[in-house]
């Protein structure tokens, strides 16, 4: 080779590296072309480091079918999934969230209401699912590698008629607060079913808002004095799942529906006040992270054009974090019978959790607004272990490449014909469902 041709070589191969250098680091700057969803489909397709696979081979150490001591059930293993890490921008709030890593809700416990069979209000905290919450259950969830807890909250059954929330109530909530806190984890408190007509709390529509206006704006001063004190471990989401509850579209938004537009701009008008309340309270509330949904907290109901989130007068808009619920694709996560197969190799399982997550990318992410998950997971069907395996690698995973973290629905439901979204076992948690706890932790780890 000549002189000539080894420089031109050398040149072309310095010029190849240097590109390859600057597509595969990710600067991270808020200036970085977006990925359309478009985009996004063809570099997933033609990147394979953006691949899905299922080992199962003589090569699987027994290690890896095992979880803190807890080997696997016969036949039971854990997928590899690689995915393209996704540019994200320097954002506080995204960081924030990269930091809450894994999460599990505190389901049908706080959130539970009385229909009138308990004899107490404090006994409501077990009425759903028969334990009472103890420092060692707390404990053992964090144990087991969750970082983040959600407690999600019912108070209208737990006040009188000026909305003073039951002192031993919230001394109770804030006990077991207090217990994850001394784990080190993070706690996101919520207003929960306080949406549906016996709560008369909130109810997104024009004719109910003056007394929703009044219950966020009620509560949410007593739960953040309560907590003015604690630092960003504490984390205050305004709604769950607010909605038109009993309404044909309920559960769904619709775009061509005039009575859902009503509702988005009221929901936005609630999330405003809620975070001008807890801003307005002091001590460490001026710069608390604070979650916000959309209609019924669905992904539809945060990319429609009448959903905003609000605005933050105290300069924090990127501690205000979007909330997001999802169960997809819901004919395997929720529906009943639904299916009950999940193959991360084929798109009519995959295709629904890669578009909605791009979209929130783009819409949000990149924006540098954070988006949490706040509710996700699949309910066991008859024992389909391996498939509910996979669905939370594969979920995790593609969450956490676009900067997004996820907190597993757990209402400690592991047998009957019910919603059965309990891993983690409250009442013999060596019981628990390690090859799922697994899967999340293994796809969850900070970035």
Same mark, same amino acid.
């Given at each position: &080779? ?10 072309? &191969? ?7 250098? &600057? ?15 478009? *985009? ?11 691949? $899905? ?55 049908? $416990? ?11 209000? #404090? ?17 053992? +969830? ?6 983040? +807890? ?34 080190? #984890?993070?706690? +996101? ?38 907590? *003015? ?5 504490? +984390?205050?989401?305004? &709604? ?50 604070? #979650? ?13 054009? @009448? ?89 995790? *995973? %593609? ?9 597993? @629905? ?30 999340? %932790? ?6």
């Amino acid at each position: &080779m000549t002189v000539g041709r080894i420089k031109a070589a050398t040149l072309s &191969m310095f010029l190849i590296l240097l590109c390859v250098f &600057m597509v595969g680091c990710g600067n991270g700057r808020q200036d970085a072309v977006p990925l359309t969803d478009q *985009a996004v489909e063809v570099t997933e397709k033609s990147n394979t480091s953006d691949t $899905t696979e299922k080992v199962d081979s003589p090569d699987t150490k027994d290690s890896e079918n095992e979880y803190l001591g807890h080997k696997f059930k016969d036949g039971i293993t854990m997928p590899v999934i690689e995915t393209k890490e996704y540019n994200l921008p320097d954002s506080e709030g995204l960081s924030f969230i990269n930091d809450l890593e894994v999460g599990i809700n505190l389901g049908n $416990t706080f959130d539970a209401y009385n229909d009138g069979n308990v004899s107490d209000e #404090m006994s409501i905290e077990e009425y759903w699912q028969g334990v009472h919450t103890t420092k060692e259950h707390i404990q053992k +969830i964090h144990e087991y590698g969750f970082k983040t +807890i959600r407690i999600p909250v019912s108070w209208h059954n737990h006040v009188d008629e000026d909305l003073n929330i039951s002192k031993n109530w919230l001394d109770r909530v804030s006990e077991v607060v207090g217990y994850a806190l001394d784990e080190d #984890m993070y706690v +996101i408190i919520d207003i929960h079913h306080d949406n549906h007509p016996e709560a008369n709390g909130i109810y997104p529509d024009s004719a109910h808002m003056e007394q929703s206006r009044r219950y966020i704006e009620r509560i949410w001063t007593q739960v953040g004095t309560r907590f *003015a004190d604690t630092d960003d471990h504490v +984390i205050f989401e305004a &709604m769950n799942e607010p909605r038109l509850v009993g309404h044909e579209d309920e559960w769904n938004f619709n775009s061509a529906s005039k009575d859902c537009i009503e509702s988005v701009k009221c929901i936005n008008e609630l999330n405003q006040l809620f975070v001008d309340t807890i801003r307005g309270l002091g001590g460490n509330n001026k710069t608390r992270y604070l #979650m916000c949904p959309g209609y019924c907290a669905s992904v539809d109901g945060a990319l429609n054009p @009448w959903f905003e989130l609000p605005k933050d007068d105290s300069g924090y808009d990127d501690r205000i974090i979007l909330s997001i619920h999802a169960y997809t694709p819901y004919n395997f996560a929720l529906e009943y019978p639904g299916i009950k197969n999940f193959d991360i190799d084929d798109k009519s399982s995959t295709s629904d959790i890669d578009t909605f997550m791009s979209k929130l990318y783009t819409e949000y992410i990149y924006k540098g607004t954070p988006v949490l998950i706040g509710e996700f997971g699949a309910r066991n069907k008859s024992d389909n272990l391996q498939d509910r395996v996979d669905y939370t690698a594969y979920f995790t *995973a %593609k969450a956490r490449s676009r900067g997004i973290s996820v907190v597993w @629905w757990d209402n400690n439901d592991f047998a009957g014909s019910g919603e059965l979204f309990g891993i983690f076992d409250r009442k013999n948690p060596e019981n628990s469902t390690f090859e799922i706890i697994a899967a999340l %932790k293994k796809y969850s780890e900070k970035r």
